[in-house]
């Protein structure tokens, strides 16, 4: 079930508040941050341990942050580096829609159609009870999707394009899970900005 056009307006869900503005950046702007991002960034790929099996983690990853506190998800942890001055007017700009204040960012690169992100919530005790999390897509447009952890019937997708903002906030990491899925397609780079706040920082 696709549910948005190209108008920024929010989603009417169960336990859940969802925002997605289809065209936050300009084309111009997100071809700039893509490729500054995509050059700038000095990326590092993880070890992943799902079921006792160790390998690496189908996508690359960098933090950025506020302070040197770590940063822990699905058994990794990630020290920050302070937010370069383009990251820092992408974070301005988001928090003027969001109306919150983040402290840290991680970013995603999807190099192809194999890079993933499987079914998981952002629900990690760092981010407090009901986190505000902030996500910005420059580069390949790619499917986001959703279902409830209780009402089955509960399942959507939106098709998060270059340069759109979807904001995620209520209790939706609480009743939610999300993911990126692999595709046969061939298909471009995308980069994923999540902001996000880690309470006590």
Known sequence: MDLFSETHQPLNLPDAELIYIPNFFSQT????????????TDWQQDDITVFGKTYKQPRLTALYGSSLRPYS????????????????????????????????????????????NGWHSD?????GKHPIIASVTFGEERPFHFKHRQLKEQRHKIILKHGSLLIMKGTMQSHWLHQIAKTRKVIEERINLTFRTIIGI
Not at 29 to 40: P, V
Not at 123 to 127: D, I, P, R, T
């Open 73 to 116: 998800y699905s058994n990794i942890t990630m020290y920050p580096k302070p937010f370069p001055g383009y990251i820092l007017d992408i974070k301005k700009r988001v928090e003027s829609i969001a109306h919150h204040e983040f402290n840290t960012v991680l970013l995603n690169l999807y190099r192809n159609g194999n890079d993933s």
């Open 123 to 127: 629900n990690e005790k760092e981010l």
């Open 29 to 40: 702007e997100a071809d700039n941050y893509f490729n500054s991002i995509l050059k700038q």
